[in-house]
């Protein structure tokens, strides 16, 4: 099963976004989605499991949970925005993956047999962290993930 992981968006959702996404079985997004709008976009390319952010307001943004866990494969995924607001210990619910945002910083890492992936930001830059996504593959219980840095073409500026 291949995931595409995204987080962040805060309403901009970049045509090279969904494109890295594509050939997802599934796509997960982290939080602070922005609009309805980034999630339809990303259900033209697979389904998408999506939580709440922080800055996610309004009718459509409370029908997203703070927290949900599910099946992706042979694994059990954690998704929430914030890895701060994690408070449960995944290796006791035999959870495998946890994908968080909030940051804008991508990161892989594992800790205790469990991988934790923030994609980073694909919405609009700040600072100068990179615009990314991330991929997972699950083939039974293993889990593989990379992360996706976003070229974004530079504008130009008349003179």
Same mark, same amino acid.
């Given at each position: 099963m291949k995931l595409g992981l995204i987080s962040d @968006?805060?309403? *901009?959702?970049? %045509?090279e976004a969904l494109e890295a996404l594509r050939g997802s079985d599934l796509i !997960?997004?982290?939080? +602070?989605?922005?609009?309805?709008?980034v999630l339809a976009a990303l259900r033209t390319i697979? %389904?998408?499991?999506?939580? #709440?952010?922080?800055?996610?307001?309004? @009718?459509?943004? =409370? #029908? *997203? %949970?703070?927290?949900? @866990? !599910?099946r992706a494969g042979g694994? !059990? &995924?954690?998704?929430?925005?914030? *890895?701060?607001?994690?408070h449960i210990d995944p290796r006791q619910r035999s959870i495998a993956l946890v994908v968080s945002?909030?940051?804008h910083r991508p990161v892989? =890492?594992?800790?205790?047999? &469990? *991988?934790? &992936?923030?994609p980073g930001s694909a919405g609009p830059r700040r600072f100068s962290l990179p615009v990314?996504?991330?991929?997972?593959?699950?083939?039974?219980t293993r889990v +593989?993930?990379?992360?996706?840095?976003?070229?974004?073409p530079s504008r130009r500026i008349k003179r």
């Open positions: @968006t805060h309403g *901009l959702i970049r %045509p !997960l997004h982290a939080g +602070d989605v922005g609009s309805a709008d697979a %389904p998408v499991r999506a939580v #709440r952010g922080n800055n996610d307001r309004g @009718t459509w943004a =409370r #029908r *997203l %949970p703070e927290r949900r @866990t !599910l694994v !059990l &995924v954690h998704l929430l925005h914030d *890895l701060k607001d994690l945002g909030h940051s892989i =890492r594992e800790d205790g047999g &469990v *991988l934790f &992936v923030n990314s996504i991330g991929r997972c593959e699950i083939a039974g +593989d993930a990379h992360l996706i840095s976003i070229q974004i």
